[in-house]
């Protein structure tokens, strides 16, 4: 295997490895401990985000797979941006969970008050 033709591409296998590594590993544990999946997924997910500003940084564009991939700068950045998105998105669904469990426990609550 030519090296060069996979390096462009690392963040992306990266990326794939990451997920599956969250998956399996979401798989075994318990329901109450998805805090250990929720922190896998922002770690590696912050790992592919030093990586992607890694390459931008280099500045170099790539060719791989026979031409048929081109990873550039601007790709790079796209994708940094792209990463940086999908860990603010899963900041704000815990931050919303919660959020939402304590509404609905108002809401419970005066709902019985209601009644009374």
Not at 19 to 40: E, M, N, S
Request: hydrophobic share 50%.
């Amino acid at each position: 295997m030519n090296w060069q033709a996979v390096y462009p591409v690392l963040p992306e296998i990266a990326l794939l490895v990451m997920a599956c590594v969250v998956a399996l590993t979401d798989l075994w544990v318990p329901g109450k401990d998805r805090i250990v999946t929720y922190c896998i997924a922002q770690t590696s997910l912050g790992v592919i985000a030093l990586g992607q500003l890694w390459f931008f940084y280099e500045g170099a564009t790539y060719y791989a797979m026979q031409r048929m991939v081109v990873a550039d700068p601007m790709g790079h950045l796209l994708g940094l941006f792209a990463t940086l998105a999908m860990m603010t998105t899963l900041v704000y669904r815990v931050w919303r969970a919660r959020c939402c469990r304590c509404l609905r426990y108002r809401l419970s609550s005066s709902r019985q008050q209601l009644r009374r």
